[in-house]
């Protein structure tokens, strides 16, 4: 395909514990790849450097279109941890031929649930409430292809399958 390409993602589903939220999850903010920055100046050198020193905490938030018992029943619980997914379409556009393709995009979690909104009510107004998580896992798959895969646990860091962290792991002894 062309370089020119323009990409757009037109639509999602939110899957918790491998059953679909079609139509129950209004938004859902992923969690953003933050990288933990540290100082470093030194005699000799004529300024100071930012250098990376890990990853900050993973945290998103589900907003739902009302109270549903089967999440509530799992977002409740700080204690267990769930499979969350986030599945949408990518569709591709050349600008002088229209669209060219429709691919699967995918983002993939482990997460647990923090902070739960139970509502806003006005009359006539949908209510608004919201989950919060914090994730230990996460995987961004496009088309088949893994862009990048991060376990803060178990100290994975891949990107487009290059394990960028085994010699650091090797040199902890994992």
Same mark, same amino acid.
């Given at each position: ?21 079609? #139509? !129950?999850?209004? @938004? ?7 990288? %933990? ?5 030194? *005699? +000799? ?52 031929? #229209? !669209?060219?393709? @429709? ?7 482990? %997460? ?5 909104? *139970? +509502? ?52 902890? #002894?994992?």
């Amino acid at each position: 395909m062309a370089g020119n390409a323009l990409h757009f993602i037109t639509n999602a589903n939110v899957y918790l514990d491998g059953n679909s939220l079609l #139509g !129950r999850a209004k @938004e859902i903010k992923l969690p953003e790849i933050n990288v %933990v920055q540290q100082e470093h100046q030194a *005699l +000799g050198m004529i300024g100071k450097i930012q250098l990376p020193a890990g990853f900050d905490k993973l945290e998103g938030e589900i907003h739902w279109t009302s109270l549903y018992e089967e999440v509530a029943l799992r977002t409740i619980n700080p204690f267990k941890a769930y499979p969350l997914q986030c599945r949408g379409s990518l569709q591709r556009y050349n600008p002088a031929q #229209g !669209r060219q393709d @429709e691919l699967p995009v995918a983002v993939f979690m482990t %997460v647990m649930f923090s902070k739960n909104s *139970l +509502g806003s009510f006005k009359q006539h107004e949908v209510p608004e409430m919201s989950s919060s998580f914090t994730c230990s896992y996460i995987k961004q798959v496009m088309d088949g292809q893994v862009l990048l895969e991060l376990d803060v646990i178990a100290n994975i860091f891949k990107i487009n399958g290059e394990d960028i962290l085994t010699d650091y792991r090797a040199n902890l #002894g994992a």
